[in-house]
């Protein structure tokens, strides 16, 4: 199935490492993660048929950035949008949403798609979305190589489940995938599990990685963020966890670290959320007081992170950190 999208192997889709988005930690702060002073990055109506942008993706793509955004239209209905930047910070996303191709004989249905993640693994980008099928949430999964023509392929699961999120290589000759089984409304839990398969189709050996309720601030549910950084000291993933108040959820970003060769291991998983909604553009909106991690661009030479979150389900943030701070704090940090 890897190979029988109708479009073509891409080529140069690694960003130079000088070119991702960067701001220095502001001086005298100790933050481990810091906000871009000039958040959001996608303001409110950045569209004409959209009312919001949030919860979106971001890949590097020849040199310069490439993404799929979540978009809510004034139907209320969400959508997926295609979009580019040279820098990624400004954002130039097609007014039409998505037009999939099918990768077989059969389109598939799709009621409504929200919360995309994109992946690279081996020859082509890969965008994994919540997928609305007979009124229920599950995963869908679809390839592109120029985010002009998105080939799409079946459901990965039945429903229901969100936050499918793949990981960038293959895992003992398997491809791999965390995912948060879920119902059909503003699911009250959820735990996230490893699933693997041998040709992006046919899915198996579910297991268990991590569950809510370890802290406050994770005692809803949990549900993982961005594409996995593979690391030395293991996979590290930032997620995304839910606390229940008397005004409502509250969504944070929390960090663990699972084990290269069986990923359903956690290594470390701190006790404490690393960034939570503080800022008024987080704190108010459509959905109050929601930071929701969906892409991290990681550079390798200098270990920085540009972190890409949804706020309130309004806007969307940019973030900042280095990996080799994540780490350590990780691992401090953690009651694994």
Same mark, same amino acid.
């Given at each position: 199935? +890897?190979?029988?999208?109708?479009?073509?192997?891409?080529?140069?889709?690694?960003?130079?490492?000088?070119?991702?988005?960067?701001?220095?930690?502001?001086?005298?702060?100790?933050?481990?993660?810091?906000?871009?002073?000039?958040? @959001?990055?996608?303001?409110?109506?950045?569209?004409?048929?959209?009312?919001?942008?949030?919860?979106?993706?971001?890949? =590097?793509?020849?040199?310069?950035?490439?993404?799929?955004?979540?978009?809510?239209? #004034?139907?209320?209905?969400?959508?997926?949008?295609?979009?580019?930047?040279?820098?990624?910070?400004?954002? /130039?996303?097609?007014?039409?949403?998505?037009?999939?191709?099918?990768?077989?004989?059969? /389109?598939?249905?799709?009621?409504?798609?929200?919360?995309?993640?994109?992946?690279?693994?081996?020859?082509?980008?890969?965008?994994?979305?919540?997928?609305?099928?007979?009124?229920?949430?599950?995963?869908?999964?679809?390839?592109?190589?120029?985010?002009?023509? %998105?080939?799409?392929?079946?459901?990965?699961?039945? @429903?229901?489940?969100?936050?499918?999120?793949?990981?960038?290589?293959?895992?003992?000759?398997?491809?791999?995938?965390?995912?948060?089984?879920?119902?059909?409304?503003?699911?009250? %839990?959820?735990?996230?599990?490893?699933?693997?398969? @041998?040709?992006? #189709?046919?899915?198996?050996?579910?297991?268990?990685?991590?569950? +809510?309720?370890?802290?406050?601030?994770?005692?809803?549910?949990?549900?993982?963020? =961005?594409? =996995?950084?593979?690391?030395?000291?293991?996979?590290?993933?930032?997620?995304?966890?839910?606390?229940?108040?008397?005004?409502?959820?509250?969504?944070?970003?929390?960090?663990?670290?699972?084990?290269?060769?069986?990923?359903?291991?956690?290594?470390?998983?701190?006790?404490?959320?690393?960034?939570?909604?503080?800022?008024?553009?987080?704190?108010?909106?459509?959905? @109050?007081?929601?930071?929701?991690?969906?892409?991290?661009?990681?550079?390798?030479?200098?270990? #920085?992170?540009?972190?890409?979150?949804? +706020?309130?389900?309004?806007?969307?943030?940019?973030?900042?950190? /280095?990996?080799?701070?994540?780490?350590?704090?990780?691992?401090?940090?953690?009651?694994?």
């Amino acid at each position: 199935m +890897a190979t029988s999208a109708p479009v073509q192997s891409a080529s140069n889709h690694v960003v130079t490492p000088a070119s991702i988005p960067w701001q220095d930690r502001p001086s005298g702060s100790s933050e481990l993660i810091w906000r871009y002073s000039q958040n @959001p990055v996608i303001d409110r109506n950045p569209i004409p048929v959209a009312a919001r942008i949030y919860n979106s993706a971001v890949v =590097p793509f020849k040199g310069h950035f490439a993404g799929v955004f979540r978009s809510d239209y #004034r139907t209320g209905m969400p959508h997926i949008h295609a979009g580019f930047s040279e820098d990624g910070l400004k954002w /130039k996303i097609n007014h039409e949403p998505i037009a999939f191709v099918p990768a077989g004989q059969t /389109k598939y249905e799709m009621e409504y798609s929200y919360d995309p993640r994109v992946c690279w693994i081996e020859d082509r980008y890969y965008v994994t979305w919540c997928n609305g099928y007979h009124g229920a949430p599950t995963i869908g999964l679809a390839s592109t190589t120029d985010f002009k023509t %998105f080939a799409q392929y079946e459901n990965l699961f039945i @429903p229901f489940n969100r936050n499918g999120v793949l990981f960038p290589r293959r895992i003992n000759g398997h491809y791999a995938i965390l995912s948060r089984p879920s119902d059909s409304g503003h699911t009250p %839990f959820g735990d996230i599990y490893y699933s693997e398969s @041998p040709d992006l #189709r046919f899915w198996g050996n579910h297991r268990y990685v991590m569950g +809510a309720g370890q802290n406050w601030w994770q005692g809803v549910k949990i549900g993982a963020g =961005p594409t =996995p950084i593979e690391t030395s000291e293991g996979w590290l993933i930032f997620y995304h966890g839910v606390m229940s108040t008397c005004n409502g959820f509250v969504y944070s970003v929390g960090l663990a670290l699972l084990d290269l060769d069986e990923p359903w291991r956690v290594i470390a998983r701190a006790q404490s959320y690393v960034l939570g909604p503080e800022k008024i553009y987080e704190t108010t909106g459509t959905v @109050p007081n929601v930071v929701f991690p969906c892409a991290a661009l990681h550079d390798k030479a200098s270990g #920085r992170i540009a972190l890409y979150y949804g +706020a309130a389900d309004t806007v969307t943030g940019l973030a900042f950190c /280095k990996i080799d701070e994540v780490l350590e704090f990780v691992k401090k940090d953690s009651a694994a």
